[in-house]
């Protein structure tokens, strides 16, 4: 496995692939079976699978959240030797963001990026979309591989690259749980014992929104969800019922619906949701 550190070395690394299918699953480190999922998704559909590593500045809304995130190069550098990855590309932030460059526009997300997520962290979406098209001009690769569970991300990603007319496929990669339910994140390590089990109460609330599903009924199920978890000492965000196609509220003919929510346990901020088809 190559690791690369200058967009130099990468769009060679790149023209020698050439005709070869590449996939690409951008990361900021601190691999975790989620991510080995990704991985393992892309090299069913690509000959040549990248990953990047690069902790992005711009969408951290604290300095304090930017400068605290695990940096754990050396062992995921190893799990992905282990997964038998191609490449990896590890730039530092001045590669990404040259000094005195014109070459990289600080992009305003499409829409939804002031909804849901965006309401609680300004900008964020805006620091996701300007380094996922600058990543995909350094490696203009046939896929890239998103989680579901960030869904919002996914739709607000799948929507830049039909605007910016990539050629880069987007291709989502269903949630990846622990036994317990819990959704796969680099933020689980921060719950203490007491509060990885209060995590269990946000997959559950999610499931009893599913069963109870009902297009008549969406307020109440919300708030019902809403009200359990914030009995379990649960800090929501926001609990949603809505289509899957483009968030907004489901209707008639709405074919597919994702439950979403945003909760802290603590200090710590998880997201997950379920998604399903109407019957």
Same mark, same amino acid.
């Given at each position: 496995?190559?690791?690369?550190?200058?967009?130099?070395?990468?769009?060679?690394?790149?023209?020698?692939?050439?005709?070869?299918?590449?996939?690409? =699953?951008?990361?900021?480190?601190?691999?975790?079976?989620?991510?080995?999922?990704?991985?393992?998704?892309?090299?069913?559909?690509?000959?040549?699978?990248?990953?990047?590593?690069?902790?992005?500045?711009? +969408?951290?809304?604290?300095?304090?959240?930017?400068?605290?995130?695990?940096?754990?190069?050396?062992?995921?550098?190893?799990?992905?030797?282990?997964? +038998?990855?191609?490449? =990896?590309?590890?730039?530092?932030?001045?590669?990404?963001?040259?000094?005195?460059?014109?070459? =990289?526009?600080?992009?305003?997300?499409?829409?939804?990026?002031?909804?849901?997520?965006?309401?609680?962290?300004?900008?964020?979406?805006?620091? !996701?979309?300007?380094?996922?098209?600058?990543?995909?001009?350094?490696?203009?690769?046939?896929?890239?591989?998103?989680?579901? *569970?960030?869904?919002?991300?996914?739709?607000?990603?799948?929507?830049?690259?039909?605007?910016? *007319?990539?050629?880069? *496929?987007?291709?989502?990669?269903?949630? !990846?749980?622990?036994?317990?339910?819990?959704?796969?994140?680099?933020?689980?390590?921060?719950?203490?014992?007491?509060?990885?089990?209060?995590?269990? +109460?946000?997959?559950?609330?999610?499931?009893?929104?599913?069963?109870?599903?009902?297009?008549? *009924?969406?307020?109440?199920?919300? +708030?019902?969800?809403?009200?359990?978890?914030?009995?379990?000492?649960?800090?929501?965000?926001?609990?949603?019922?809505?289509?899957?196609?483009?968030?907004?509220?489901?209707?008639?003919?709405?074919?597919?619906?994702?439950?979403?929510?945003?909760?802290?346990?603590?200090?710590?901020?998880?997201?997950?949701? =379920?998604?399903?088809?109407?019957?």
């Amino acid at each position: 496995m190559q690791v690369i550190n200058t967009c130099a070395h990468m769009q060679h690394h790149m023209r020698l692939q050439q005709p070869q299918t590449v996939a690409l =699953v951008p990361t900021m480190g601190n691999l975790h079976a989620g991510h080995a999922r990704l991985i393992q998704q892309a090299q069913t559909i690509a000959q040549h699978v990248i990953v990047s590593i690069f902790i992005n500045p711009n +969408q951290f809304n604290q300095a304090s959240d930017f400068s605290s995130y695990p940096r754990t190069l050396d062992a995921d550098v190893s799990l992905l030797e282990t997964l +038998q990855v191609d490449a =990896v590309f590890v730039p530092d932030e001045a590669q990404i963001y040259p000094p005195d460059s014109t070459e =990289v526009e600080q992009l305003r997300a499409p829409y939804l990026g002031d909804e849901f997520c965006g309401r609680f962290r300004p900008g964020h979406f805006d620091g !996701v979309c300007t380094v996922v098209a600058r990543l995909l001009s350094i490696i203009p690769a046939h896929y890239a591989l998103f989680g579901e *569970k960030d869904y919002q991300q996914l739709l607000i990603i799948q929507r830049l690259a039909a605007d910016l *007319k990539l050629a880069t *496929k987007i291709v989502p990669v269903a949630t !990846v749980r622990d036994d317990d339910g819990v959704a796969l994140s680099s933020r689980n390590q921060h719950l203490a014992p007491a509060e990885r089990e209060q995590a269990r +109460q946000i997959y559950l609330a999610l499931q009893r929104a599913q069963r109870n599903y009902a297009l008549e *009924k969406i307020e109440e199920i919300q +708030q019902e969800a809403i009200d359990l978890l914030t009995n379990q000492c649960l800090n929501v965000d926001y609990f949603s019922i809505r289509d899957a196609a483009d968030l907004r509220t489901p209707t008639a003919a709405s074919t597919r619906i994702v439950i979403m929510t945003a909760v802290t346990i603590g200090t710590t901020r998880l997201l997950d949701n =379920v998604l399903f088809q109407i019957v």
